[in-house]
Every structure is written in structure tokens, then in C-alpha cells.
């Protein structure tokens, strides 16, 4: 039995893929670890949980660094401290009066540097409204990523066993795979471990790290293509992304698997969960958009959708969490939308397909904010099909091609994601058809998931990958 070992920069708790990934390893006769990190970040235990045949350990965020930093950067911080260092020493006699003398210095060194760092703090808080730190977020960004995520990678490959093959996902969990591989590798001739490198994005294209200075975006890339020379594979979730991770960095092998869901058949008659949860009227259609609540995901453009003419009865559905929340509470309250907005909880993925099913039309109308976003194939698309639920996408290269070229296309429309009108059009071309239309639409959704996009065909690419590499027993 050959171990895989692997290795992802979260809590694996609802990384879909990652689970999705190991478990079907497992079926396959690896053996699987998973390397992750705790669930609170200011855990300093290591945990263990077992599920479905693998293991996941957690392994701790280093800590010590940060107060260091923060003290270096705000030293003002550390005013407290040394007035209860001197009280505790005033109050200890000759002894504690000693070690007072002794700490004076490095206190006089901590005035000095916070009486040179006072002013520019001030002056660069002055000159950008108070709305900036100095050094802004990229010091912020750049410390992080050494200390934490290179650190964590560190401890994690020391922690990790023995395996015949290392798998590090995305930018943050491939140092981790690299460290191990390193660590472990054999010394008999052409028995090294395997290490594979699975890009779920372009990671110097995607969220903050697009928006950081480009010169911090250059020294990620010149890491990651070091990496990435190290490697056997690089798995990634579509073809767009193979091919412009191909251009940059030239791996030896690509293998394209998609972040689908497992075939699903939804009951007869279907679901109304989203309807009984958001107290909506029977028969008032529900367009729903369901994952990540974060920045440029289409959310603002979607309720200002239902806002339009000839929108009148719909409701929008946001299932899920993250920072932008409390923004999409604050719209449900806002009388304009009549009560049309609504907000629920996540569900845990297992749980996801009935809620899906029950909606009439799947949103996802993804901003250009980034290349990673035009490229991409967000998990919520392929979670509609399955359920047999039509969906309105961004008019981007990766979606336009399944929602209008797939063989049993159209499976919903397309929009240009920055008009709420359009937004708007593509919905009520998919809610006005006629009611056999639109079955027989519903129809081709679920087929096209069941013959083409499901998990049950993506994995075969991964498992074949892994029979390459490393066999059936292990090397």
C-alpha cells in the first residue's frame, strides 16, 4: 500500500476538494495523511481526527514571531510591559533592584526606537486620511507568508511520516510537500518520493496577492517556479489554468481535475429547503447564490439584479459565509429589496445537493477583478448541474464553454457580470421559458453532470496519475 502524504494551508474541515481527493485515494489503496493546521490559528496543540479511511493532523502556526514583529513595528506596545517589569522588580528588594538595572538598557533602546518610529507613523497616518499603517499591508503580507505559512510548512514536513508521495495544494501547503520530500527522500537510486503540486488557482493572481506590489507578486512567482521544477505533476481544475500554469512555469506533466461533485439524483418531487428556511412565498422563483460571501464574487450585483424591471417576484438566496456577511445583512434590511434579500448559514458540504436543488436558477456572476477569477470554474457551477439546477455565469472563457458549448448545451445563460441588467436579463431568460422548456432544461443540467462533469470521471485522472508515480504498492 503506497502513503500519500498532503498538505493544505487550512483546517480541512470544508476544503470539498482536498477531502474529496484523499478519500478517493483511499478507495483506490493509498494510504493518506493529511497535513492541515488547527482550527483556532492560536492553537498550540497538535490534533488528530480520522475520517472517511484518512487521517488529518493539524499541526500548530508558529507563534513566537509575531510578538517580535508587532513590538518592532508598533513599540509603543511595549509600554506596559516595562512598567510592570519595574513595578515587579521594585517591589522583589536588592535582588529585583539588580535585575532593574540590568533590563534599563534594553528599555532605553525600546524608548529610542519608538521615539523614532512615533513621527513617521503619525506623519504616514496623516497623509493617507489615517486609513494606512506604515509599510501598509504588503510588510504585513510578506512577514506572514515567512513566518507563518513557510514556518507552519517547516513544522509540518518535520511532523509529516515517511511517504512515497508528497502533495502539497496550492502556493501556502507546496513549501510544506517540498520540506518532506526533502526531508524523507531515500538514498537508493531512483527511489525518491513523488511530489505532486495541486494549483487550485493561479495563486499570484488571485484575491489580495493580485492587488500586492508587483516586485512581492515576482518573488512568489521565482518561488513557485523553483518549486514547481521539483515536481513530477501539477494537478489544477481547468484547462484555461493548465494551460497559462503551463506557459509560466513548464512542469513535466499537467493533469486537469475538476472540482466536481459526485452524481447525484435529486428526489422527486424536489426540495424546498431554501423556501421553508427563508419564509418565501410558494410559487416566487429563487435565484440563489451559494460558497464563499467574499469581495468581487458578483454578490452586490446580484441583489441589485432583483432591483430591476420585470424582477419583481424573485428572491435572492445567499448560502454561505465569510467577510462580506454582515455587508449582505445590512442589504436584506434595507427596504428597497422588500424583504427579496436573504442571508442563510452554510451547510456542511454532504448536506449541500437538496439545498442547491431546490433553487430555480444558480448565480455566479464572478467580477474581471483578477485573471484567476476570468480563468476560473468556481465550484458552485458544477454543484448546480449536479442538482439539475440551471445557472447564469459570467461571460468567461471556462464557463462560457460549459454553459453554451457542452454538447447538451445551452445549461443557462451567460452575462456580463458587471451590469446588474444583464445579470438581470440572464436570469429571466432562464425563469420566462415555458414550463416544458424549461424542464427539458433542468433535464439537460442533470445529464450533462451525470455523463460529463462529476467527480466519479474527473478522479480517474487522479488515481491514473497516482498509479504512474507510485504503482499499486507503494515504490
Not at 507563518?148 to 495544494?169: C, F, L, Q, T
Not at 450585483?301 to 424573485?314: F, K, W
Request: proline share 8%.
Amino acid at each position: 500500500m503506497s502513503r500519500i502524504v498532503m498538505f493544505v494551508f487550512n483546517d480541512c474541515t470544508t476544503d470539498a476538494r482536498v477531502l474529496r481527493e484523499a478519500g478517493s485515494l483511499v478507495e483506490a489503496g493509498h494510504q493518506v495523511t493529511i497535513m492541515a493546521r488547527p482550527r483556532d490559528v492560536a492553537s498550540t496543540a497538535v490534533e488528530r481526527e480520522r475520517r472517511d479511511g484518512f487521517e488529518i493532523v493539524r499541526i500548530p502556526l508558529p507563534q513566537g514571531w509575531k510578538r517580535w514583529y508587532v513590538l518592532g513595528r508598533y513599540p509603543w506596545r511595549a509600554r506596559g510591559w516595562i512598567r510592570f517589569r519595574y513595578a515587579y522588580d521594585a517591589k522583589r528588594g536588592p535582588k529585583g533592584w539588580a535585575e532593574a538595572v540590568a533590563v534599563t538598557p534594553v528599555a532605553l533602546a525600546w524608548i529610542g526606537w519608538m521615539l523614532v518610529r512615533a513621527p513617521f507613523y503619525l506623519a504616514f497616518r496623516a497623509a493617507r486620511g489615517g486609513r494606512a499603517r506604515p509599510g501598509g499591508d504588503t510588510l504585513d503580507w510578506l512577514t506572514r507568508w515567512q513566518y507563518s505559512i513557510v514556518g507552519w510548512a517547516r513544522a509540518a514536513a518535520a511532523a509529516a511520516p515517511e511517504a512515497d508521495a508528497y502533495h502539497g495544494h496550492d502556493l501556502s501547503g507546496l513549501p510544506g510537500a517540498v520540506a518532506a520530500a526533502a526531508r524523507h527522500g531515500r538514498t537508493a537510486p531512483g527511489t525518491r518520493p513523488a511530489l505532486v503540486y495541486d494549483s487550485h488557482e493561479i495563486y499570484v493572481e488571485s484575491g489580495r496577492i493580485a492587488k500586492l506590489p508587483g516586485w512581492l507578486r515576482r518573488f512568489l512567482a521565482r518561488r513557485e517556479r523553483g518549486w514547481v521544477d521539483r515536481v513530477d505533476a501539477l494537478v489544477t481544475v481547468n484547462q484555461s489554468l493548465a494551460e497559462d500554469l503551463g506557459r509560466r512555469y513548464r512542469p513535466r506533466r499537467v493533469v486537469v481535475v475538476r472540482n466536481c461533485p459526485a452524481r447525484w439524483e435529486p428526489p422527486e418531487p424536489r426540495p424546498d429547503l431554501l423556501r421553508a428556511a427563508a419564509g418565501i412565498p410558494a410559487g416566487h422563483p429563487v435565484a440563489l447564490y451559494h460558497g464563499g460571501f467574499s469581495a468581487h464574487r458578483g454578490m452586490e450585483e446580484l441583489a441589485e439584479a432583483i432591483l430591476q424591471p420585470g424582477m419583481e417576484q424573485v428572491h435572492a438566496v445567499f448560502l454561505g459565509y465569510g467577510s462580506e456577511r454582515a455587508s449582505l445583512d445590512r442589504r436584506a434590511a434595507d427596504p428597497r429589496y422588500g424583504g427579496r434579500l436573504h442571508v442563510l448559514d452554510a451547510v456542511p458540504p454532504h448536506e449541500l445537493p437538496p439545498w442547491v436543488a431546490s433553487a430555480d436558477v444558480g448565480v455566479m456572476p464572478i467580477q474581471r477583478s483578477t485573471l484567476n477569477h476570468y480563468l476560473s470554474t468556481p465550484n458552485k457551477l458544477f454543484e448546480s448541474l449536479a442538482a439539475g439546477v440551471p445557472v447564469v455565469v459570467s461571460d468567461f472563457p471556462e464557463m462560457h464553454r460549459i454553459v453554451l458549448t457542452d454538447p447538451d448545451a445551452p445549461l443557462g445563460a451567460t452575462c456580463d457580470p458587471a451590469d446588474p441588467a444583464d445579470v438581470a436579463r440572464a436570469i429571466r431568460s432562464i425563469l420566462d421559458l415555458p414550463p416544458d422548456q424549461l424542464a427539458d432544461l433542468h433535464r439537460r443540467c442533470l445529464r450533462a453532470a451525470h455523463e460529463r462533469y462529476n467527480w466519479e470521471t474527473e478522479v480517474a485522472r487522479l488515481t491514473g496519475l497516482y498509479r504512474d508515480l507510485v504503482g499499486d504498492g507503494g515504490r
